[in-house]
């Protein structure tokens, strides 16, 4: 026998009249929460004290919910019943989500500066062993194409750690 709140038909697509048989709950649940979510309910049957359970739910529609479900068995004159609760955390989730996202972020804009700052000490060096070495040749017209070539692709290197330091800066 299921009795679901409302609010748990809700969460999960059932009208608030429908009957609700044993298989319902299980087809509800996201494919791969299945044996998982199946082991937890045997478990909690035989009287096993277990902590909350974090799964996804299907609705007809399509839509996906996560849950955090506690339960525990009880027994009232000689029957045993399980007696549950689920939350949609689905909010939370995503909440979660998006924070993990941003401190992914944070780390690649700290990563970025990093290089960036790196990169910028070596063209630095590079650029200063240029202009000594164009003080010693002088303006000798075989070194010039050779030197001007160096110049050009220190300039380039110079302007390719602009986008990663903007990058850098960008991220909370």
Request: hydrophobic content about 40%; proline content about 7%; charged content about 30%.
């Amino acid at each position: 026998e299921r009795d679901l709140s409302d609010e748990r038909r809700a969460i999960l697509g059932i009208p608030p009249d429908a009957d609700v048989p044993p298989e319902v709950l299980m087809e509800r649940a996201h494919p791969d929460d299945r044996a998982r979510v199946a082991s937890w309910a045997q478990r909690i049957a035989q009287g096993q004290s277990l902590p909350p359970l974090l799964s996804r739910a299907v609705r007809p529609d399509g839509a996906v919910r996560q849950l955090e479900s506690r339960a525990r068995r009880v027994e009232i004159d000689g029957r045993a019943y399980l007696v549950g609760v689920s939350i949609d955390v689905s909010a939370r989730a995503a909440l979660e989500d998006r924070l993990r996202h941003a401190e992914k972020m944070d780390a690649i804009g700290a990563l970025a500066a990093g290089v960036a700052h790196d990169f910028n000490n070596y063209v630095t060096v590079i650029s200063v062993h240029l202009e000594m070495l164009r003080r010693h040749v002088g303006r000798d017209p075989a070194a010039e194409p050779l030197l001007a070539g160096a110049e050009h692709a220190v300039e380039q290197c110079s302007q390719l750690t602009r986008p990663l330091v903007a990058f850098a800066r960008k991220q909370p």
